[in-house]
């Protein structure tokens, strides 16, 4: 017994000496960003805790917007600031066009040859351009506009019959996460809803429901869409590997290094955002023309570069049309008035609570369902 405990401790002195010499060396090789030192074996996987975005944002005020870490022996790069997201996902694009591979994500796509994990190869680009121009394109999403509708008018019946038993609880992921966000934002602050409501009255009227085509006339609702996703985006660390030695910020960043893209983060830098905290849909609204053309990086709840969400437009048209059809026919409130808004675990970035409505019907009659 002696001896094996004597042999395990000189294996532990190995594997800690030998991952110490490697850390040492291949920070001489190359100018990593800062970061902390690494435990041996499980490197910085302790300091990410259950929510990576927010461990990251509290470790770039001590390290910097860039910082070096590692998952286990994979190296970590993590991004805070817009100009190095900028870096990865406009100036060296190409370097960073892979995303990294793991069990899960081969399991999801069965092998890896999929769309969403493959390699950028060039069956992988002509797979994107396939899926953006037959699946995700105007003509697709006009298409199939009528079902999109059908589910709707189903959600808004089943909401109408929830507000006659008064209980209503929300549930969530991905755009049904953005579209309880959003609910929980507008319970929470009752004169953002309000101005909504006023919107809708003005363009659609009491007497119908609201339709894709009215959305082009309700800036305010997508000012209020754009600011949900600021401030929670579905899915709030983009991924991505370098396939080929870069830089970020004049860092190195070797081939093969994961790179996480904190848009919590950056989403809340106050050099991009006044009050970055604040729920303000009106920011959107006094954006000068210019900006707005822009594509500006401090916004990129979709990602970006090649590898960003080729299913927007999709995702906006059915946020967008659903979220004006909550609006217009309910009020909506909890009971002592305000949401907890604490974030949960999960792959998508849910709600830790859910939320227990009491939607109140507001308009009278209430629009036909069945057209």
Same mark, same amino acid.
């Given at each position: 017994m002696e001896d094996l405990t004597f042999y395990l401790l000189l294996l532990t002195i190995w594997l800690a000496s030998t991952l110490l010499i490697r850390h040492l060396t291949s920070n001489r090789r190359h100018r990593l960003p800062p970061g902390p030192l690494p435990i041996p074996l499980i490197g910085h996987l302790p300091l990410l805790g259950t929510l =990576? $975005? /927010? @461990? /990251? $944002? #509290? /470790? %770039? &005020? *001590?390290y910097g917007p860039v910082i070096s870490l590692r998952l286990g022996s994979s190296p970590l790069i993590a991004v805070n600031s817009t100009s190095a997201a900028c870096e990865v996902f406009k100036t060296h694009d190409i370097a960073f066009s892979d995303r990294p591979r @793991? *069990? &899960? %994500? /081969? #399991? *999801? %796509? *069965? +092998?890896? =040859?999929? !769309? &969403? !994990? +493959?390699p950028s190869t060039p069956y992988w680009r002509f797979m994107k351009k396939l899926c953006v121009s037959e699946l995700l394109g105007s003509r697709t999403l006009d298409a199939l506009r009528p079902i999109r509708r059908q589910e709707r008018l189903r959600l808004v019946a089943t909401l109408n019959e929830a507000a006659a038993r008064g209980v209503f609880t929300a549930g969530s992921d991905t755009t049904a996460t953005l579209l309880e966000w959003a609910l929980a934002e507008l319970i929470n602050n009752p004169s953002i809803q309000y101005k909504a409501q006023q919107e809708l009255d003005s363009v659609v009227g009491k007497h119908r429901l609201v339709e894709e085509s009215d959305v082009p006339n309700l800036p305010y609702l997508q000012s209020i869409a754009k600011e949900t996703l600021r401030l929670h985006s579905p899915v709030p660390i983009s991924h991505r590997i370098a396939t080929r030695d870069a830089k970020i910020l004049d860092y190195d960043v070797p081939a093969g290094t994961i790179i996480f893209i904190n848009l919590w983060s950056i989403h809340r830098d106050p050099d991009n955002w006044v009050d970055p905290f604040e729920f303000k849909p009106e920011r959107f609204e006094d954006m000068a023309l210019e900006e707005k053309q822009k594509n500006l990086l401090h916004y990129a709840p979709f990602g970006g570069g090649r590898r960003g969400c080729p299913g927007m437009t999709l995702g906006l048209d059915v946020v967008h049309v659903t979220l004006a059809s909550l609006v217009q026919c309910f009020e909506w409130g909890v009971d002592g008035g305000k949401v907890d808004m604490k974030e949960g675990m999960g792959l998508t970035s849910p709600r830790k609570n859910p939320i227990v409505c009491m939607p109140r019907v507001r308009l009278n009659p209430f629009p036909t369902l069945h057209e």
């Open positions: =990576p $975005h /927010l @461990s /990251l $944002h #509290r /470790l %770039s &005020a *001590y @793991s *069990y &899960a %994500s /081969l #399991r *999801y %796509s *069965y +092998g890896g =040859p999929g !769309f &969403a !994990f +493959g």
